[in-house]
C-alpha cells in the first residue's frame, strides 16, 4: 500500500490550458502539502492544509488552487499553465501541523507546459 | 527569511567517508531533517535533530550545532546506492524549507 499516492505521475500540456494533480495518503496525518520542484531541485514548499484547513501560502499565483475534500486528500489545480509552471510537483504528509515530524512524500507529478 | 546553504556536488568513493554541510539562517526553528532523494525519485527521511549534538543511524550520522546554524550529515563506508541527492531541511513548525540539495557521486 501506497502511503501517498499522486495521480497523474506525468502530465504534458500546452500553455493556458487547465490541469489537476490528485494527492490521497492512507497514513493518518492531519497535514497535507504540495512542493514545487524545479529544473535545479530546488524543492519549494507552495501550501499546507491541516484536517482541511489552508494553513500557508507561500506567495503562489492564484492560478493554483489547491482543494481538500478531507485531510486524506489535497488535490491541485492549475489555470492558464505557463512555461514556467514545468516542474515535479511533490505531495507530502506530516503527522501534524506543530510537531517537526518527517514528510512522507508522494511520487511526484512531473509537469511539462509545451 | 530562511536561507539554507550546502554544497551543489561532491565525490567520493565506495567504502569511504563524506561529511555534507549545512549552514541556515531561519526566523524560526524546530528541527533540521535530512532527506535523501535518488534521480527520479521522491525524498525520503534520514534522519532528524532538534538538539545539538550528533544522531546516529546506522550508517549514517547527523550533527547539528543550533548557536552556529550549522549540520552536517556523515555517510560511512559508502556504497554505490548511496549516489543520489541529499536535501538538508529546516522545520519552523507549520514548514520545512529545503536546500537546494547535495548531488553526491560515489565512484568505485
Known amino acids: 500500500d501506497t502511503a501517498v499516492s499522486q495521480t497523474p505521475k506525468y502530465l504534458v500540456t500546452q500553455m493556458g490550458n487547465d490541469k489537476s494533480i490528485k494527492c490521497e495518503q492512507n497514513?493518518?496525518?492531519?497535514?497535507m502539502y504540495w512542493y514545487k520542484q524545479d529544473s535545479k531541485k530546488f524543492l519549494k514548499i507552495m501550501f499546507s492544509?491541516?484536517?482541511?484547513?489552508?494553513?500557508i501560502n507561500e506567495t503562489v499565483p492564484n492560478r493554483f488552487s489547491p482543494k481538500s475534500p478531507d485531510k486524506a486528500h489535497l488535490n491541485l489545480h492549475i489555470n492558464s499553465l505557463e512555461l514556467g509552471d514545468s516542474a515535479v510537483y511533490f505531495c507530502?504528509?506530516?503527522?501534524?501541523?506543530?510537531?517537526?515530524?518527517?514528510?512522507?512524500f508522494g511520487e511526484g507529478s512531473r509537469l511539462t507546459v509545451l | 527569511g530562511q536561507n539554507i546553504d550546502q554544497p551543489t556536488e561532491m565525490t567520493a568513493t565506495e567504502g569511504a567517508i563524506v561529511q555534507i554541510n549545512c549552514t541556515y539562517q531561519?526566523?524560526?526553528?524546530?528541527?533540521l531533517f535530512w532527506y535523501q532523494q535518488h534521480a527520479g525519485e521522491a525524498p525520503t527521511f534520514l534522519s532528524y535533530?532538534?538538539?545539538?549534538g550528533l544522531e546516529e543511524k546506522g550508517r549514517f550520522s547527523s550533527f547539528l550545532s543550533r548557536s552556529k546554524g550549522y549540520s552536517y550529515l556523515l555517510l560511512k563506508e559508502l556504497q554505490m546506492k548511496d549516489s543520489a541527492s541529499y536535501l538538508c531541511?529546516?522545520?519552523?513548525?507549520?514548514?520545512?524549507?529545503f536546500g537546494s540539495g547535495t548531488k553526491l557521486n560515489v565512484k568505485p
Open positions: 507530502a504528509s506530516s503527522q501534524d501541523r506543530t510537531s517537526a515530524g518527517e514528510l512522507f
Open positions: 497514513l493518518g496525518h492531519d497535514t
Open positions: 492544509y491541516n484536517n482541511k484547513e489552508l494553513i
Open positions: 531561519t526566523s524560526g526553528f524546530n528541527g
Open positions: 535533530n532538534v538538539l545539538d
Open positions: 531541511a529546516v522545520g519552523n513548525f507549520n514548514k520545512f524549507y
